[in-house]
């Protein structure tokens, strides 16, 4: 029988665990894989299987997720470096550039990423694209910029909303962006970063996959890039 989008999540969320080191302080992202990885995370320590030292996390529902386990969770300003991050995708490419965001807790997911060595990508196989920009990018603008920004997107051909009823744990607004076809994202990822007001554009091509664990009906394959 075909597994469930839940249950592929699952899968992956578990098989992220091999990628944790004992003792260590691992990074962790947010979202619905995400969820099932600080389960596994949380089942493994009820074993005694493996034990962290504690977590670095990119939002406040994963912060909870994890405290409500009983793994302590460090500001990332008191670390210097992560051994891995593990986080989910909207999107990912063959090249391991993804969009994030639409958790809109992309600006805190790129920090916490950039800390880390090694970013293991969790996500079902309906995740992967060959060409970015099907899933409305998320960006993340300062409430002031956000009609001008969207200005910005419609002159490179994608139309911009600010996404309903949604703050960013930075006080900040998300405008959603279709109508993109993100070809060269490292270059564009550049680029939107400078339009005034963008906070953080969720292209992420500089922070990319190391590793993407993509649950199929087949079982965990794993891309490396
Ligand atoms: C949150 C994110 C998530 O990783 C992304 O939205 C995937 O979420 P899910 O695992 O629920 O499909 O970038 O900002």
């Known amino acids: 029988m075909a597994m469930t989008q839940d249950e592929l999540k699952t899968l992956v969320g578990r098989a992220a665990l091999d990628y944790v080191k004992p003792g260590s302080i691992v990074g962790v ?15 493994a320590l009820k074993a005694d299987l493996k034990r962290v030292a504690g977590a670095v996390s990119s ?6 997720r994890l405290e409500a386990l009983g793994i302590q969770v460090l500001p990332a300003e008191s670390v210097t470096s992560l051994g891995v991050y593990v986080d989910g995708a ?23 990423a950039d800390l880390a060595e090694q970013f293991v990508c969790i996500a ?15 960006v993340e603008v300062i409430p002031m910029a956000a009609a001008q920004v969207i200005r910005a997107f419609g002159k490179l051909g994608g139309t911009g909303k600010v996404r309903e009823g ?3 744990d930075n006080g900040n607004v998300i405008v959603d962006v279709t109508g993109l076809q993100i070809t060269a994202p490292a270059q ?32 965990v394959k794993t891309l490396t890039f």
């Open 59 to 64: 939002s406040v529902r994963s912060t909870q």
């Open 188 to 219: 564009f990822e550049s680029d939107i970063n400078q339009i005034p007001g963008v906070v953080t554009v969720g292209v992420f091509a500089r922070n990319k996959a190391s590793v993407c664990l993509l649950g199929t009906a087949q079982g």
């Open 29 to 43: 992202g947010t979202g619905s894989t995400v969820d099932k990885f600080i389960d596994a995370l949380g089942e």
């Open 124 to 138: 079902d196989e309906s995740k992967l694209v060959n060409t970015l920009g099907k899933f409305p990018l998320p």
């Open 90 to 112: 909207d999107e990912i490419d063959h090249g391991g550039h993804m969009i994030k965001g639409g958790g809109a807790a992309l600006t805190r997911e790129k920090i916490v």
């Open 166 to 168: 949604v703050t960013t």
